[in-house]
């Protein structure tokens, strides 16, 4: 089956920090993937996406590239902010099936930014 | 364009009752999911639902059911609460291309606790 593994937290920087969370993936076929991110007391917001290899997203400074030969999805900003604190979701989502869309998530990573 | 709704925000039950969940979904979208989240689980997929139909279901027990009606707006029932339902139940809304590479937008949740 589908399942993604998210870099433990949690993780604390110091503001204006590089920030890099790592994900991988296990999935067939090609999935899509997702950065979703969870602010304190709210939903998830989609952060980012990429539905196929090499594609690269981006949003707010953050940026993740679809690896398939490593099957990975790592999420990079290079200088964070206090307001990047939340807890930062990596899922996939099966390509190519309609019908079976649902998200696989990893467990979450925690970060805090410190000024 | 609204985004996803959902309501109550804030329940609380004792065990064994019953509780309803409602989401609305951003208008024009087709498909409606829902997740658990909880500290220990993470997030879950509990089951989705398209044009009135359950396309797919997770590792839930029956205790757990939904339907959706023909304006998309979708609900969710628990019916003989236990502590362990205490979570936040997050709806999700995509329009359904088919693509399999639908961005699934989250609503703010409705956070269940069982006494």
């Known amino acids: 089956g589908n399942s993604v593994t998210q870099m433990e937290g949690p993780v604390t920087l110091s503001e204006e920090a590089f920030l890099t969370i790592n994900c991988t993936y296990t999935?067939?076929?090609?999935?899509?993937l997702f950065w979703y991110v969870q602010y304190p007391g709210e939903g998830l917001q989609l952060l980012l996406k990429a539905t196929k290899a090499d594609d690269k997203g981006s949003n707010k400074g953050f940026e993740a590239t679809y690896r398939k030969e490593t099957t990975s999805f790592h999420l990079e900003k290079g200088s964070v902010q206090v307001s990047d604190s939340a807890v930062y979701f990596c899922?996939?989502?099966?390509?190519?099936?309609?019908?079976?869309?649902?998200?696989?998530f990893g467990t979450g990573t925690r970060l805090t930014i410190i000024p | 364009k609204a985004g996803v709704t959902q309501t109550p925000r804030y329940l609380i039950k004792t065990r064994g009752q019953q509780v309803t969940l409602s989401c609305s979904p951003i208008?024009?979208?087709?498909?409606v999911s829902w997740y658990q989240q909880t500290p220990g689980q993470g997030l879950q997929f509990l089951f989705e639902?398209?044009?009135?139909?359950?396309?797919n279901k997770g590792n839930f027990p029956g205790r757990f059911s939904g339907r959706q009606f023909s304006n998309s707006r979708s609900e969710m029932n628990v019916s003989t609460l236990e502590l362990g339902d205490s979570a936040l139940y997050l709806c999700?809304?995509?329009?359904?291309?088919?693509?399999?590479?639908?961005?699934?937008?989250f609503g703010p949740g409705t956070r269940l606790l069982v006494l």
């Open positions: 639902y398209f044009s009135e139909t359950q396309r």
């Open positions: 999700a809304s995509s329009f359904q291309l088919g693509s399999g590479s639908e961005t699934q937008y």
């Open positions: 999935a067939t076929g090609y999935p899509s």
């Open positions: 899922a996939l989502s099966p390509t190519a099936n309609f019908g079976n869309e649902k998200l696989t």
């Open positions: 208008s024009g979208h087709r498909s």
